[in-house]
């Protein structure tokens, strides 16, 4: 009922930034929070930022003061800008979006299929 569809990951130095980007699409009533995650190689998926309708964000701590989450709420999209990137910043980062559906009453969450950053030295 409801897709997420990812764009912006790629392969860049340390140091350097990215922008991904998230756009929900389908029987959408109502977006509350979105987010990212990310998950490395042999590593449990992190919480990497969320924001709220609202506006307010929350950051992990390793990524604070260097990544931006902010939303587009009439493109029901949400972004991540990442700057000053570091090796351990590689990762596939996965969307998520906590929405309500048209004509029902409960929220679901849904995830975009996931996109790649590398960060080489």
């Known amino acids: 009922q409801v897709q997420l569809v990812e764009s912006g990951g790629g392969l860049v130095q340390a140091g350097g930034s990215l922008r991904l980007s998230c756009a929900a699409s389908g029987r959408i009533f109502s977006i509350n929070a979105m987010g990212w995650y990310r998950q490395a190689p042999g590593k449990q998926r992190e919480l990497v930022a969320v924001i709220t309708s609202g506006g307010s964000t929350n950051y992990a701590d390793s990524v604070k003061g260097r990544f931006t989450v902010s939303r587009d709420n009439a493109k029901n999209t949400v972004y991540l800008q990442m700057n000053s990137l570091k090796r351990e910043d590689t990762a596939a980062y996965y969307c998520?979006?906590?929405?309500?559906?048209?004509?029902?009453?409960?929220?679901?969450?849904?995830w975009g299929q996931g996109t790649q950053v590398t960060v080489s030295s």
């Open positions: 998520y979006a906590r929405v309500t559906v048209v004509a029902e009453s409960y929220e679901y969450l849904y």
